[in-house]
């Protein structure tokens, strides 16, 4: 800001000299006649404080409100912004969570021996109502999608020659009572089912007919509790009006049939039929005839669009209190003493709660890191504010101004830019950052809470307003001599502030040495989010005090260099405060911050490579629609001249191979049987580091391929998993699969392998087995997935293309995990930001003593040329250790904080195999370690030369002028 007003810039008088005699106070002047000729004159009116400042500095004024507009609204929009992914979280889970899954199932046994008349219809309507009813917000369900009836808890099997038999299994019924079948239904056939008791009706969905055989008139017959079989005649054929909606989905099996495989004790394996009848309302007491031990039933499916991220650990406690505590309670007053809830809900909204709590912890570190970044801008802001009127205040005083008198005036001043800038922040928040749309919100501030961003705002203008006057009072407790020395050299750090900067460094180690001691389990205390911030301090501290002596020494041996430039630019940058401790730590925060969320970052995307690589094994994987579909001849090496590829390996891959046993009394188990060549499938797994083996261990044994047909004797070297190995044991086990009867023994254990993506697996030479088809075709390399499906297409049309890319592309649909990244991605451009302001401020802060520096030495004779490169060279030094030390701290705040990191639940929507992210851990990442650094540097050295390209302009006589106190 300008200095002060004219009538208080008189010059002080000097020490020692004598006082000069006061002239006698002037007789009161006699009021000139006004001009309305009233005989006095208005008074001189004296325009505010507040109001000349402002006018007399508002290229000041304008840039600290810009500064606290843009912290305001980052601060304001940061709990928007989270409040409003976490709600979208809470509410995608709900929507994608499978209907069976979220679906609230309240059911009863049903007996048999009462009377059943008043059991059904209208009754159980009223009692859907009632139980709706006693759901405790904030678990809200869907009207339209909610059904009731009867239910057979076992499938039955019917009885009839005529319905298909694969395996000569008979089909498996469910009979189901649903209500509101025509309203959920097309009727394609027939006409709906009505019937009584003693001859109940049925209908069947359309697939159900067509997999079945079941037309109208067909009579299901199921198994009787009086030993005689109920028969069902079907008297119409339906089409589900939705069939992806929770009614059809519950049960999928009401709208579609299936085919169930059905281990036998000898390990064999069976197909067989299962259905479903949609008995009528009015036949459904027919249901207690037979023997699927009936029971009523409420289907409430749960509805999150009004759900907000506040509502989690309500809904929890209402999920719990339904399964298990008073609402239960109701329940059964309603629908008798054995009635039971089931809801697989909680499990999904714990896995979201399991999900937040992970990643909030790093979304912490963001906010800790960005948000002390800001402070310390903010305090840079004030600190140039108060250099630039370093002369004014010490003149105000020096003439008695008393520090309260002080400190009101210039919190009067800052509060009138800050205030209307930190509410116009907190508008544009409100404004930009609304939330997913909410029924009853409202639409102008959306649904997120408005409390912690207007308390957020309000701590940035209060950090803003008092930044100055409480710098200002501090400064000028006592008169200060004008014209001091700012340098190293006399004025060296306070005892005080010694104290302060050695506390604040006892209290961040003694922070970080606790968190290290008691681990990263517990983050309630945010200890672990504000380690970053606390090294960053740590690193600062350590680096104003110790950046002054290298460049001592360097300037020893800079005194032989030819001309003054080099040994006066680093003697300068070694004595010179300008960059302090505020600036210093700024860039250091900001580093530390970046480099740690860059780490964080990659580590997710490391995370996300390994699954994806884990899935498919490769770059890219062709397999067949169905199991067991051989290659097409030539599709190898048409997939091998794909431009991009450098190696399509061929495997043999047979699912669900029934394991032997050394011991009967083991349960059946079965395991994927892949047959590779072990030279190119070795290079595969190692290049991938997905079980890598040497390929010696799969040595051929030298006899395969038909002739080998009934040779058991055999026996092949194998990979195994370590379940399949410590079931298969030591000895060769004999195996009967479809590539061949032979013996196998286990010669190393592995804990993945690229061709299938599962637990266990058993991995043998393709050149020993008896049958070779092979099914699987892995792609190394870098290829584009249009060209591949070109290749495979122009070979056949039932093999499908899956690539590594697409499957990473599956983990990213949290809207949790994306927001959070979002967000973090967003804090480290935001400190990025902060940093170049940090820059600015300081070389700003230095410029008029720079620009005097430098006209007095032009008037020495320093070229222009040399003035530039002298300002350019002092810079670069304090830039250069701010980003070493800010290296250096990120990269000491990652192991630090890598046992608190998961990343399993950063990178994965769902818990995946907990054996596809061994050795992926956090770790510190080169490019955002290097690049924020060299950045620094950079940008320090153009703003630098910029600053001085525009000093080297000026003319030197305005800063030379008499009596010029720089």
Same mark, same amino acid.
């Given at each position: 800001?300008?200095?002060?007003?004219?009538?208080?810039?008189?010059?002080?008088?000097?020490?020692?000299?004598?006082?000069?005699?006061?002239?006698?106070?002037?007789?009161?002047?006699?009021?000139? @006649?006004?001009?309305?000729?009233?005989?006095?004159?208005?008074?001189?009116?004296?325009?505010?404080?507040?109001?000349?400042?402002?006018?007399?500095?508002?290229?000041?004024?304008?840039?600290?409100?810009?500064?606290?507009?843009?912290?305001?609204?980052?601060?304001?929009?940061?709990?928007?912004?989270?409040?409003?992914?976490?709600?979208?979280?809470?509410?995608?889970?709900?929507?994608?969570?499978?209907?069976?899954?979220?679906?609230?199932?309240? =059911?009863?046994?049903l007996d048999v021996a009462q009377k059943p008349a008043g059991l059904y219809g209208p009754d159980l309507g009223k009692r859907q109502e009632e139980l709706r009813r006693l759901l405790p917000p904030p678990l809200l369900t869907v009207p339209e999608q909610s059904a009731y009836g009867i239910r057979t808890t076992q499938r039955l099997l019917a009885s009839d020659a005529w319905l298909p038999q694969p395996d000569h299994l008979l089909p498996a019924f469910t009979l189901a009572s649903p209500s509101d079948l025509g309203r959920h239904a097309v009727l394609r056939a027939g006409r709906l089912p009505a019937g009584e008791p003693e001859e109940p009706e049925a209908a069947v969905s359309a697939e159900t007919a067509k997999a079945l055989n079941i037309k109208v008139g067909s009579v299901v017959h199921v198994p009787g509790i009086s030993g005689s079989p109920v028969g069902f005649t079907v008297t119409g054929i339906v089409e589900p009006r939705e069939p992806g909606k929770s009614y059809w989905s519950v049960d999928p099996v009401l709208r579609s049939p299936m085919i169930k495989t059905i281990l036998a004790p000898d390990g064999s394996a069976y197909r067989q039929w299962q259905g479903a009848l949609l008995v009528s309302p009015d036949s459904a007491p027919g249901l207690t005839a037979t023997t699927g031990l009936p029971e009523t039933y409420w289907l409430f499916p749960p509805t999150g669009d009004r759900l907000t991220a506040r509502d989690i650990e309500p809904l929890a406690g209402a999920l719990?209190?339904?399964?298990?505590?008073?609402?239960?309670?109701?329940?059964?007053?309603?629908?008798?003493?054995?009635?039971?809830?089931?809801?697989?809900?909680?499990?999904?909204?714990?896995?979201?709660?399991?999900?937040?709590?992970?990643?909030?912890?790093?979304?912490?570190?963001?906010?800790?890191?960005?948000?002390?970044?800001?402070?310390?801008?903010?305090?840079?802001?004030?600190?140039?504010?108060? =250099?630039?009127?370093?002369?004014?205040?010490?003149?105000?005083?020096?003439?008695?101004? =008393?520090?309260?008198?002080?400190?009101?005036?210039?919190?009067?001043?800052?509060?009138?830019?800050?205030? &209307?800038?930190?509410?116009?922040?907190?508008?544009?928040?409100?404004?930009?950052?609304?939330?997913?749309?909410?029924?009853?919100?409202?639409?102008?501030?959306?649904?997120?809470?408005?409390?912690?961003?207007?308390?957020?705002?309000?701590?940035?203008?209060?950090?803003?307003?008092?930044?100055?006057?409480?710098?200002?009072?501090?400064?000028?407790?006592?008169?200060?001599?004008?014209?001091?020395?700012?340098?190293?050299?006399?004025?060296? &750090?306070?005892?005080?502030?010694?104290?302060?900067?050695?506390?604040?460094?006892?209290?961040?180690?003694?922070?970080?040495?606790?968190?290290?001691?008691?681990?990263?389990?517990?983050?309630?205390?945010?200890?672990?989010?504000?380690?970053?911030?606390?090294?960053?301090?740590?690193?600062?501290?350590?680096?104003?005090?110790?950046?002054?002596?290298?460049?001592?020494?360097?300037?020893?041996?800079?005194?032989?260099?030819?001309?003054?430039?080099?040994?006066?630019?680093?003697?300068?940058?070694?004595?010179?405060?300008?960059?302090?401790?505020?600036?210093?730590?700024?860039?250091?925060?900001?580093?530390?911050?970046?480099?740690?969320?860059?780490?964080?970052?990659?580590?997710?995307?490391?995370?996300?490579?390994?699954?994806?690589?884990?899935?498919?094994?490769?770059?890219?994987?062709?397999?067949?629609?169905?199991?067991?579909?051989?290659?097409?001849?030539?599709?190898?090496?048409?997939?091998?001249?794909?431009?991009?590829?450098?190696?399509?390996?061929?495997?043999?891959?047979?699912?669900?191979?029934?394991?032997?046993?050394?011991? @009967?009394?083991?349960?059946?188990?079965?395991?994927?049987?892949?047959?590779?060549?072990?030279?190119?499938?070795?290079?595969?797994?190692?290049?991938?580091?997905?079980?890598?083996?040497?390929?010696? #261990?799969?040595?051929?044994?030298?006899?395969?391929?038909?002739?080998?047909?009934?040779?058991?004797?055999?026996?092949?070297?194998?990979?195994?998993?370590?379940?399949?190995?410590?079931?298969?044991?030591?000895?060769?086990?004999?195996?009967?699969?479809?590539?061949?009867?032979?013996?196998?023994?286990?010669?190393?254990?592995?804990?993945?392998?690229?061709?299938?993506?599962?637990?266990?697996?058993?991995?043998?030479?393709?050149?020993?087995?008896?049958?070779?088809?092979?099914?699987?075709?892995?792609?190394?390399?870098?290829?584009?997935?249009?060209?591949?499906?070109?290749?495979?297409?122009?070979?056949?049309?039932?093999?499908?293309?899956?690539?590594?890319?697409?499957?990473?592309?599956?983990?990213?649909?949290?809207?949790?995990?994306?927001?959070?990244?979002?967000?973090?991605?967003?804090?480290?451009?935001?400190?990025?930001?902060?940093?170049?302001?940090?820059?600015?401020? =300081?070389?700003?802060?230095?410029?008029?003593?720079?620009?005097?520096?430098?006209?007095?030495?032009?008037?020495?004779?320093?070229?222009?040329?040399?003035?530039?490169?002298?300002?350019?060279?002092?810079?670069?030094?304090?830039?250069?250790?701010?980003?070493?030390?800010?290296?250096?701290?990120?990269?000491?705040?990652? @192991?630090?904080?890598?046992?608190?990191?998961?990343?399993?639940?950063?990178?994965?929507?769902?818990?995946?195999?907990?054996?596809?992210?061994?050795?992926?851990?956090?770790?510190?990442?080169?490019?955002? #370690?290097?690049?924020?650094?060299?950045?620094?540097?950079?940008?320090?050295?153009?703003?630098?030369?910029?600053?001085?390209?525009?000093?080297?302009?000026?003319?030197?006589?305005?800063?030379?002028?008499?009596?010029?106190?720089?």
């Amino acid at each position: 800001m300008s200095d002060a007003p004219d009538e208080e810039s008189r010059p002080m008088q000097s020490a020692g000299e004598s006082p000069a005699p006061r002239p006698a106070p002037a007789a009161p002047a006699t009021p000139a @006649p006004a001009p309305d000729g009233s005989g006095t004159a208005p008074a001189r009116i004296v325009a505010p404080w507040v109001r000349t400042r402002l006018r007399a500095a508002p290229g000041a004024a304008a840039g600290l409100a810009l500064l606290v507009f843009v912290t305001s609204l980052l601060a304001a929009a940061l709990p928007r912004a989270m409040d409003a992914y976490e709600t979208e979280g809470i509410r995608h889970a709900l929507r994608t969570a499978p209907a069976h899954v979220a679906v609230v199932d309240i =059911s009863s046994p049903l007996d048999v021996a009462q009377k059943p008349a008043g059991l059904y219809g209208p009754d159980l309507g009223k009692r859907q109502e009632e139980l709706r009813r006693l759901l405790p917000p904030p678990l809200l369900t869907v009207p339209e999608q909610s059904a009731y009836g009867i239910r057979t808890t076992q499938r039955l099997l019917a009885s009839d020659a005529w319905l298909p038999q694969p395996d000569h299994l008979l089909p498996a019924f469910t009979l189901a009572s649903p209500s509101d079948l025509g309203r959920h239904a097309v009727l394609r056939a027939g006409r709906l089912p009505a019937g009584e008791p003693e001859e109940p009706e049925a209908a069947v969905s359309a697939e159900t007919a067509k997999a079945l055989n079941i037309k109208v008139g067909s009579v299901v017959h199921v198994p009787g509790i009086s030993g005689s079989p109920v028969g069902f005649t079907v008297t119409g054929i339906v089409e589900p009006r939705e069939p992806g909606k929770s009614y059809w989905s519950v049960d999928p099996v009401l709208r579609s049939p299936m085919i169930k495989t059905i281990l036998a004790p000898d390990g064999s394996a069976y197909r067989q039929w299962q259905g479903a009848l949609l008995v009528s309302p009015d036949s459904a007491p027919g249901l207690t005839a037979t023997t699927g031990l009936p029971e009523t039933y409420w289907l409430f499916p749960p509805t999150g669009d009004r759900l907000t991220a506040r509502d989690i650990e309500p809904l929890a406690g209402a999920l719990d209190s339904t399964a298990g505590g008073p609402v239960l309670l109701k329940i059964r007053e309603s629908v008798g003493e054995n009635g039971r809830m089931a809801t697989g809900l909680d499990d999904v909204v714990a896995a979201t709660v399991s999900t937040r709590d992970a990643i909030s912890p790093v979304v912490a570190v963001a906010v800790f890191g960005i948000g002390a970044v800001a402070v310390v801008v903010i305090a840079m802001t004030g600190g140039l504010f108060l =250099s630039r009127r370093e002369v004014e205040l010490t003149l105000l005083r020096a003439r008695g101004a =008393s520090l309260p008198g002080l400190g009101g005036r210039l919190l009067g001043e800052t509060v009138a830019v800050v205030a &209307p800038a930190a509410l116009l922040g907190l508008a544009a928040a409100v404004a930009l950052v609304r939330g997913p749309k909410t029924p009853g919100a409202s639409a102008l501030l959306g649904s997120a809470p408005l409390l912690p961003s207007v308390l957020a705002a309000l701590l940035v203008a209060l950090v803003a307003a008092l930044v100055l006057p409480v710098r200002a009072m501090l400064r000028h407790r006592r008169p200060r001599l004008h014209g001091a020395r700012e340098d190293m050299v006399d004025a060296k &750090p306070s005892r005080r502030r010694t104290v302060v900067e050695l506390t604040l460094l006892v209290l961040a180690a003694g922070a970080i040495g606790s968190l290290r001691l008691r681990g990263t389990s517990d983050s309630g205390d945010h200890l672990v989010s504000a380690a970053p911030v606390l090294v960053g301090v740590i690193a600062a501290f350590v680096l104003v005090r110790v950046q002054p002596l290298p460049l001592r020494w360097l300037a020893r041996p800079a005194r032989r260099m030819r001309g003054a430039v080099g040994p006066l630019a680093i003697a300068r940058a070694a004595r010179s405060s300008a960059t302090g401790v505020l600036p210093l730590l700024a860039l250091v925060l900001a580093l530390t911050t970046a480099a740690f969320g860059g780490s964080v970052l990659a580590g997710v995307a490391d995370a996300r490579d390994r699954v994806a690589l884990l899935a498919i094994g490769a770059d890219a994987r062709i397999e067949g629609s169905s199991e067991g579909v051989p290659l097409p001849d030539g599709l190898a090496e048409a997939v091998g001249g794909v431009k991009g590829v450098r190696q399509a390996l061929p495997l043999q891959v047979e699912y669900g191979l029934a394991l032997p046993s050394p011991n @009967p009394a083991d349960q059946p188990m079965s395991a994927p049987l892949v047959a590779v060549e072990p030279t190119a499938y070795a290079r595969l797994a190692r290049r991938g580091d997905i079980g890598a083996f040497p390929a010696g #261990l799969l040595a051929s044994i030298g006899k395969g391929g038909p002739e080998a047909v009934g040779d058991t004797d055999r026996v092949l070297p194998a990979i195994a998993s370590p379940k399949v190995a410590a079931r298969l044991g030591d000895q060769p086990m004999l195996v009967n699969a479809a590539a061949g009867a032979f013996r196998v023994k286990v010669v190393a254990v592995r804990t993945a392998t690229p061709a299938v993506h599962g637990a266990e697996f058993l991995v043998v030479n393709a050149a020993d087995v008896t049958n070779r088809r092979q099914t699987v075709l892995l792609v190394d390399g870098a290829a584009d997935g249009k060209a591949l499906r070109a290749a495979v297409t122009a070979k056949t049309r039932d093999f499908a293309v899956t690539l590594r890319a697409e499957q990473r592309g599956t983990y990213v649909d949290s809207p949790l995990q994306s927001g959070a990244e979002r967000l973090y991605s967003a804090a480290i451009g935001a400190g990025a930001a902060y940093a170049i302001v940090a820059v600015l401020l =300081s070389l700003t802060q230095s410029g008029p003593e720079r620009a005097t520096l430098l006209s007095r030495l032009r008037t020495m004779g320093l070229t222009r040329r040399q003035g530039r490169r002298l300002l350019g060279l002092e810079a670069l030094p304090p830039a250069v250790f701010a980003a070493l030390g800010g290296a250096l701290a990120g990269w000491a705040t990652v @192991p630090l904080l890598a046992p608190g990191v998961d990343l399993q639940r950063l990178a994965l929507p769902t818990a995946e195999n907990s054996a596809a992210l061994t050795g992926v851990a956090l770790r510190p990442d080169l490019g955002s #370690l290097v690049v924020p650094a060299v950045a620094v540097v950079v940008l320090t050295a153009v703003a630098a030369g910029v600053q001085a390209w525009w000093t080297g302009r000026k003319s030197s006589v305005k800063e030379l002028r008499a009596g010029d106190a720089r």
